[in-house]
Each structure stands twice: as C-alpha cells, then as structure tokens.
C-alpha cells in the first residue's frame, strides 16, 4: 500500500505513518463506496417487494438497510479520524463501487431474495479482503472495524438467505 496519494489528507496527531494512513483511507473510501451501494440496494429492494411474503420481506430488507447504515458511518467516521476524507458522494459511490449492479425491474420478493443476498455476499467478501490488507498495513484497528463489520454482514446474509431454502 506505500506510494498511495496523499491527497486530501488532513493533520493529525494519529501516531500511524502517514502513508499508512492515506492508503488505509484510499481502503476505507473503497468499502465506503460498496455500503452505501449496498443499502441503496436494500432499500431498492425494500421499495418495491411484491409478493405473499411482502410485509416480512419489506421490514428483512429495511433491516438490512438499517444495519448497514451504521457500518457506513463506522466506516466513514475511521476514514475522518485518520485524517482523510470520507468520500460518500453519488459521483464518487458510482465509480467506485464493487457491487454488482441491482436490476430495477424485479418485483418478485425471491427475486429480491436472490438480487440482495449476491449483493451482501461480495460485500462481505471485500470486507474480509480489507480486514487483511489493513492488517498488512499495520492499522490493527481498522481491520478490527471490518471484522466487526464482516461478522454482522454474514448475519444479515443468513438472515436474507434463509428464504431462499424453502423453494430447494
């Protein structure tokens, strides 16, 4: 992660090197990115769920959204603390997101199922990536946050995945 731009960083008594700090915040930026796509999608699914199972599938994917608004914040309030910028525009989202895209033309609530659960799997799965690129880095406390956050992804991932098993 060394030779990572220094932009945007602002001081800070943050006994971390500076160009571990930029390059943990360059991390931070890219998962930031990836939650904020990823509640849009539940509550795209959340929006439009039709279907015999509507009400308890609205309020699963309303919990989703409202689970992944705190690692938002966790995430983007670490960024801050390191001296950098959080970086949650719609622009800077959109060209960085790693998600895959969500259909807006599923109505279906086992479609939303299905769309969602993918969504929250590769979520989980660069989480667990940015837990041992911060952990190379030598920011401990980072990869502690996308440890917390990896393990309460996988939650809402069994949670989301489990009304898949009926139709097996």
Same mark, same amino acid.
């Given at each position: 992660?060394?030779?990572?731009?220094?932009?945007?960083?602002?001081?800070?008594?943050?006994?971390?090197?500076?160009?571990?700090?930029?390059?943990?915040?360059?991390?931070?930026?890219?998962?930031?990115?990836?939650?904020?796509?990823?509640q849009?999608?539940?509550?795209?699914?959340?929006w439009?769920?039709?279907?015999?199972?509507f009400?308890?599938?609205?309020?699963? #994917?309303?919990?989703?959204?409202?689970?992944?608004?705190? #690692?938002?914040?966790?995430?983007?309030e670490?960024?801050?603390?390191?001296?950098?910028?959080?970086?949650?525009?719609?622009a800077?989202?959109?060209?960085r997101?790693?998600?895959p895209?969500?259909?807006?033309?599923?109505?279906?609530?086992?479609?939303?199922?299905?769309?969602?659960?993918?969504a929250?799997?590769? #979520?989980?799965?660069?989480a667990?990536?940015?837990?041992?690129?911060?952990?190379?880095?030598?920011?401990?406390?980072?990869?502690?946050?996308?440890?917390q956050?990896?393990?309460?992804?996988?939650?809402?991932?069994? #949670?989301?995945?489990?009304?898949?098993?009926?139709?097996?």
């Amino acid at each position: 992660m060394i030779g990572i731009r220094r932009r945007n960083m602002h001081p800070t008594r943050n006994d971390l090197p500076q160009d571990t700090r930029a390059a943990i915040v360059k991390l931070l930026n890219e998962r930031l990115a990836d939650a904020i796509d990823l509640q849009l999608q539940a509550k795209q699914a959340h929006w439009n769920v039709r279907g015999p199972h509507f009400i308890s599938l609205h309020e699963l #994917f309303d919990k989703v959204s409202e689970e992944v608004s705190g #690692f938002i914040d966790e995430i983007a309030e670490r960024a801050s603390a390191l001296g950098g910028v959080a970086e949650g525009t719609l622009a800077a989202v959109s060209s960085r997101t790693t998600l895959p895209a969500y259909s807006l033309t599923i109505s279906d609530g086992r479609d939303h199922v299905d769309a969602l659960s993918k969504a929250i799997a590769a #979520f989980g799965k660069q989480a667990r990536a940015a837990i041992d690129q911060a952990d190379s880095a030598g920011d401990a406390d980072t990869a502690d946050l996308f440890t917390q956050v990896s393990r309460e992804v996988d939650k809402q991932l069994w #949670f989301v995945e489990a009304h898949l098993e009926a139709k097996r």
